[in-house]
């Protein structure tokens, strides 16, 4: 079921109906899990087995090895079973056909591999590590073993997160789960706001630049000048941000309105002064996941600098690996880990340089350099990940330098028509970059004010007139301009992760 669907307004009406007028409060937990899930069946009833046995195995071994806790043998078997089933669900789906295709053309074997016809579960990625959060929390003593396997399973599956985050830690989100919150005023419009913002960018900026990017990712090799490319980049960069973040807000959001706080998934990370910076803004629950446990039980920073670097590359190759099978995703990853090293090794000399040219770090033009700058290099790495072979992307990089101002404006007409012909005209392209330009604005509103409670704290002291303005012009946007162009009800992109 996807969130930008009649479906799922539907759905999600009713469950929140059902959630507040059931009157028996603590078999709330019931009604959440038939619902996750509904939500997740809808798409390919079957794949519910897998949610399952994630489940079971893993609700199992949290008890036994809470049982057995001084027996670390049996302890790291019970960590070990877990680890294989389900890092090996998501590799059989994943990764089998493409390691498969690529070790058979290794070896130059004279038959052709045999590829698994499989469909990839939706989701698989987010709730394989947030589940094997639990299992290596417990294992580390960090947490107790969850008794409730209806707690646990809704754990597994919540609706608004299941598919493609925030990735939640257990000891976050199941206390929140048994709470028997009660209907807030504040809660609802904020949540109700939080929503909006998600489908304004999900509907009205991700879904219409998608139309020009896709068009021009689709011909590249038939595109003879830069311009069209360029522009086609920094589109697919407010695409995935839309598109991503705008599901992590409908997702906090719709779970806000229950009384249930899930963690901040983006924080304004266009807004980063540095790569650092930038990773720290971007999938904070996947970045913090990488964090705790890989890059700490790698070593973190505690054997030395050049281990350090190592650790900081791996992690994030591994990164890239974790969006898909694919060549173009583990050069995305290496590329980041390559910004980080360059950046560590420029922040050591900076002190001086900066002293010896008289640049003050503090003023707002070198502040707004390096977020220029930062910009500039994700979108260079963005070019590999949404490439679809390493090959396209060598292309792209070398045809985005060819740029010919006569190809893209023309003297006394205009902009080129060219521009127009990727599948939106002049006044489809105005009202993207008028939506993007909202969105600039809005995130700066949130970042200013500590998020969207406090920019809605601001809104109170204006006048009831100019709130709804506010308000209805955010409706009016996503009703009007969300289906505006092919009217086909998108994909979010991170589902294929």
Not at 429 to 438: E, G, N, P, R
Request: glycine content about 6%; aromatic content about 18%; hydrophobic content about 50%.
């Amino acid at each position: 079921m996807l969130f930008n669907s009649i479906d799922f307004l539907v759905f999600y009406i009713v469950v929140i109906s059902l959630y507040f007028l059931i009157p028996f409060k603590r078999f709330r937990w019931v009604l959440l899990l038939v619902s996750s899930y509904v939500f997740y069946m809808w798409w390919k009833p079957v794949y519910i087995l897998l949610i399952i046995i994630s489940t079971v195995i893993d609700y199992t071994a949290g008890i036994m090895m809470e049982k057995y806790k001084d027996d670390l043998k049996r302890k790291r078997i019970l960590l070990l079973t877990s680890l294989v089933v389900n890092l090996g669900l998501l590799f059989v789906f994943k990764y089998f056909n493409y390691i498969g295709s690529l070790f058979s053309q290794i070896v130059n074997t004279t038959g052709e591999f045999s590829a698994i016809n499989i469909l990839l579960p939706m989701g698989i990625s987010f709730y394989t590590f947030q589940t094997l959060s639990y299992t290596i929390d417990v294992y580390r003593g960090k947490i107790k073993a969850e008794r409730h396997l209806g707690y646990f399973a809704l754990y597994v599956s919540f609706f608004p997160q299941l598919v493609a985050g925030p990735i939640e830690r257990s000891d976050r989100l199941i206390p929140q789960l048994k709470k028997n919150s009660t209907f807030e005023y504040n809660r609802f419009r904020e949540g109700l706001v939080t929503m909006g913002f998600g489908f304004f960018k999900k509907m009205v900026i991700a879904d219409r630049a998608a139309i020009f990017v896709n068009s021009v990712f689709g011909q590249v090799d038939q595109i003879n000048d830069g311009w069209e490319i360029l522009i086609a980049v920094v589109l697919f960069s407010f695409q995935i941000y839309g598109d991503f973040s705008g599901y992590s807000d409908i997702a906090i959001g719709s779970a806000k309105i229950m009384g249930i706080d899930l963690m901040v998934n983006f924080r304004q990370p266009y807004f980063a002064k540095s790569i650092r910076e930038f990773w720290s803004r971007w999938h904070i629950s996947l970045s913090t996941w990488f964090r705790d446990y890989l890059y700490i039980p790698l070593g973190g920073n505690r054997r030395g600098a050049h281990r350090t670097y190592l650790n900081i590359f791996i992690v994030f190759v591994i990164s890239g690996i974790w969006h898909g099978a694919n060549m173009t995703f583990f050069l995305w990853g290496m590329l980041h880990g390559c910004y980080h090293y360059i950046e560590t090794l420029w922040e050591r000399r900076n002190p001086k340089i900066m002293e010896l040219l008289s640049i003050n770090e503090e003023s707002v033009t070198y502040r707004i350099s390096r977020m220029v700058t930062t910009f500039i290099l994700v979108n260079f790495a963005w070019i590999f990940f949404r490439a679809n072979t390493i090959k396209e992307a060598i292309l792209i990089c070398k045809k985005i330098f060819i740029l010919d101002i006569s190809r893209i404006y023309v003297v006394g007409t205009g902009l080129s028509e060219r521009l127009f012909s990727y599948g939106l005209n002049r006044l489809e392209m105005k009202l993207l970059l008028v939506a993007i330009t909202a969105l600039i604005a809005i995130d700066y509103g949130i970042d200013h004010y500590g998020g969207i409670a406090g920019v809605l704290e601001r809104l109170q002291v204006e006048p009831l007139v100019s709130r709804w303005v506010v308000y209805m012009i955010l409706i009016f946007s996503i009703i009007v301009f969300g289906v505006y162009g092919s009217g086909e009800i998108q994909e979010f992109i991170y589902f294929q992760f």
